[in-house]
């Protein structure tokens, strides 16, 4: 006998739980790609997209997960032996500095470690340093998603100004886009990456960069920019097929169109909301099940922590364990310790994580975190009490 039969439940950090209607919106016969309905309904997702990430400037879109969205976003603002800061703060922001270096851009690391937002005093020291401006861009995420944390994007544009600058912001969002509040215009972010498969809903397989016009004048001399990330003809296609550089990812495009309706019907404020009170109730079982035992949150500070995804501690082997039995005795799929580790076995047994983001609400909170508390019970793994009783407050608080 397993309790896990039924619906299963995946709480991983990305790809994200993906609603019915978008699915439905994609079970359907191959479209034309030259003309009619696809066209018209591809255009409408520009708008759209721009005022989720709540920008007036531009948007290229791909066929690519982030990884590809990185790579874009370099392609069209670096030049073979240019210099970037890189400003870690987990397994992702180096990841993106890694694909700059292949390209043969020359990376200044700053790493915060794997509990810690960005120092803004150690950025501003790199940069005054930085005397003849060599430094074209800085890297960050908004929120790296191997530690949870969230990185206040208004404070290293502030750095940038305090110090005169003129290095291109570059944010990586595709953890929180659509879960924790974004503002591209208004926080003065020059580029900003993220791939529909998180807080978009949408089955993996399509990246978005959005560019101001300064970062599009640097595009104008950028020598690593290539002919598939080229940003310039999937801006303002002249032809259908320049958004794409080839055929449409016709399906995906049915999808997210649905995703992004689901979002603005909503309200963009109100998602985030949903997502603020979401994160909060299992932040509240988290500190309940500490009381009494190994099980911590990983970001100590609740205002540097993401409301899309919770990275734990619990020691290894327990993390590990904790999945295991979650998935086969309870139907439910959480994300591993990814990044958490050692160099030479990076994801930790000791680490596990909760995805909180996108099509998600109380009712699947409650089901996961108790699905948690079972498992910390059945494995005999030492935990305080009460940590349902904690979640279902805050729900019931909207607090
Ligand atoms: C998921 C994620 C990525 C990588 O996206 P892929 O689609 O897996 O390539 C990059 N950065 C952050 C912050 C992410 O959460």
């Given at each position: 006998?397993?309790?896990?039969?039924?619906?299963?439940?995946?709480?991983?950090?990305?790809?994200?739980?993906?609603?019915?209607?978008?699915?439905?919106?994609?079970?359907?016969?191959a479209?034309?790609?030259?003309?009619?309905?696809?066209?018209?309904?591809?255009?409408?997702?520009?708008?759209?997209?721009?005022?989720?990430?709540?920008?007036?400037?531009?948007?290229?879109?791909?066929?690519?997960?982030?990884?590809?969205s990185?790579?874009a976003?370099?392609?069209?603002?670096?030049?073979?032996?240019?210099?970037?800061?890189?400003?870690?703060?987990?397994?992702?922001?180096?990841?993106?500095?890694?694909?700059?270096?292949?390209?043969?851009?020359?990376?200044?690391?700053?790493?915060?470690?794997?509990?810690?937002?960005?120092?803004?005093?150690?950025?501003?020291e790199?940069?005054?340093?930085d005397?003849?401006?060599?430094?074209?861009?800085?890297?960050?995420?908004?929120?790296?998603?191997?530690?949870?944390?969230?990185?206040?994007?208004?404070?290293?544009?502030?750095?940038l100004?305090?110090?005169?600058?003129?290095?291109?912001?570059?944010?990586d969002?595709?953890?929180?886009?659509?879960?924790?509040?974004?503002?591209?215009?208004?926080?003065?972010?020059d580029?900003?990456?993220?791939?529909?498969?998180?807080?978009?809903?949408?089955?993996?397989?399509?990246?978005?960069?959005?560019?101001?016009?300064?970062?599009?004048?640097?595009?104008?001399?950028?020598?690593?920019?290539?002919h598939?990330?080229?940003?310039r003809?999937?801006?303002?296609?002249?032809m259908?097929?320049?958004?794409?550089?080839?055929t449409?990812?016709?399906?995906?495009?049915?999808?997210?169109?649905?995703?992004?309706?689901?979002?603005?019907?909503?309200?963009?404020?109100?998602?985030?909301?949903?997502?603020q009170?979401?994160?909060?109730?299992?932040?509240?079982?988290?500190?309940?099940?500490?009381?009494?035992?190994?099980?911590a949150?990983?970001?100590?500070?609740?205002?540097?922590?993401?409301?899309?995804?919770?990275s734990i501690?619990?020691?290894a082997?327990?993390?590990?364990?904790l999945?295991?039995?979650?998935?086969?005795?309870?139907?439910?799929?959480?994300?591993?310790?990814?990044?958490?580790?050692?160099?030479?076995?990076?994801?930790?047994?000791?680490?596990?994580?909760?995805?909180?983001?996108g099509?998600?609400?109380?009712?699947?909170?409650?089901?996961?975190?108790?699905?948690?508390?079972?498992?910390?019970?059945?494995l005999?793994i030492?935990?305080?009490?009460n940590?349902?009783?904690?979640?279902?407050?805050?729900?019931?608080?909207?607090?």
């Amino acid at each position: 006998m397993s309790l896990s039969n039924g619906r299963h439940t995946l709480a991983i950090p990305g790809p994200s739980v993906i609603p019915e209607a978008v699915l439905q919106a994609m079970h359907r016969p191959a479209p034309n790609i030259y003309t009619g309905a696809l066209i018209d309904m591809t255009h409408s997702l520009v708008p759209d997209l721009k005022s989720i990430a709540r920008t007036g400037h531009h948007v290229a879109m791909y066929i690519a997960n982030g990884h590809g969205s990185w790579e874009a976003a370099l392609s069209n603002t670096m030049s073979r032996g240019d210099k970037i800061l890189v400003l870690a703060t987990g397994r992702f922001c180096l990841g993106w500095g890694e694909i700059a270096n292949r390209m043969g851009v020359e990376t200044q690391i700053l790493d915060f470690g794997r509990a810690s937002d960005i120092d803004t005093d150690a950025m501003a020291e790199a940069l005054k340093a930085d005397k003849f401006h060599e430094i074209k861009a800085v890297l960050a995420v908004q929120v790296d998603t191997s530690t949870s944390v969230k990185n206040d994007v208004t404070a290293l544009r502030k750095v940038l100004d305090d110090i005169g600058h003129p290095a291109l912001l570059m944010i990586d969002s595709i953890a929180c886009l659509g879960c924790d509040a974004f503002e591209m215009d208004a926080w003065g972010v020059d580029v900003m990456v993220t791939g529909c498969q998180k807080g978009l809903m949408t089955p993996p397989g399509m990246s978005f960069v959005f560019f101001n016009d300064k970062a599009d004048a640097v595009r104008e001399t950028a020598n690593c920019v290539s002919h598939y990330w080229d940003w310039r003809p999937r801006m303002a296609p002249e032809m259908y097929f320049q958004y794409w550089d080839g055929t449409a990812p016709t399906h995906h495009l049915y999808g997210l169109r649905v995703a992004l309706d689901m979002i603005i019907e909503e309200g963009l404020e109100a998602v985030w909301a949903r997502h603020q009170t979401l994160a909060h109730g299992v932040w509240a079982a988290c500190d309940a099940w500490g009381q009494g035992g190994p099980l911590a949150m990983n970001i100590k500070d609740p205002s540097k922590r993401s409301h899309a995804v919770t990275s734990i501690g619990i020691g290894a082997p327990y993390g590990t364990q904790l999945r295991t039995w979650l998935t086969q005795e309870a139907g439910v799929t959480l994300g591993i310790g990814l990044g958490m580790g050692t160099d030479e076995d990076p994801n930790s047994d000791g680490y596990f994580r909760i995805g909180h983001m996108g099509h998600v609400n109380a009712h699947m909170m409650l089901g996961t975190l108790g699905a948690i508390d079972a498992g910390l019970k059945a494995l005999e793994i030492p935990h305080g009490p009460n940590a349902i009783e904690a979640a279902s407050t805050v729900y019931a608080k909207r607090a």
